[in-house]
């Protein structure tokens, strides 16, 4: 059963950044995707950034250029590096496991950006 461990958020101002580490354990697959989803206050939870692999990356409209994701060599972490932070980023970030029909989610990690 895989694993996921969040860390990382924090409280930073608008036009900051932040990394997120997600570090999985369990049995990680090579040929998994790996994603990051936020959920804000009264909003439904929502894609940010997926890889899959270590190449095949997917970011949501609202992050790309912004928002970098990585894997590491190893396959069992993954990062996202936050930059140029706005405050509708603000939400819990959630890291994602998935391998056919089998998910994982980790606890969630806050991210507040203030104005």
């Known amino acids: 059963q895989v694993q996921l461990v969040e860390s990382g958020g924090g409280l930073v101002q608008a036009g900051g950044s932040l990394k997120l580490t997600c570090s999985g354990s369990?049995?990680?697959?090579?040929?998994?995707?790996m994603g990051w989803y936020r959920q804000a206050p009264g909003k439904q939870r929502e894609l940010v950034a997926t890889?899959?692999?270590?190449?095949?990356?997917h970011y949501a409209e609202d992050v790309k250029g912004r928002f970098f994701i990585s894997r590491t060599t190893n396959w069992s972490a993954i990062f996202l590096q936050m930059n140029s932070l706005k405050p509708e980023d603000t939400a819990v970030y959630y890291c994602?496991?998935?391998?056919?029909?089998?998910?994982?989610w980790g606890q969630g990690t806050q991210v507040t950006v203030s104005s």
């Open positions: 994602h496991y998935r391998r056919l029909d089998y998910e994982s």
């Open positions: 890889v899959t692999g270590h190449t095949q990356k």
């Open positions: 369990g049995g990680i697959s090579s040929l998994s995707t």
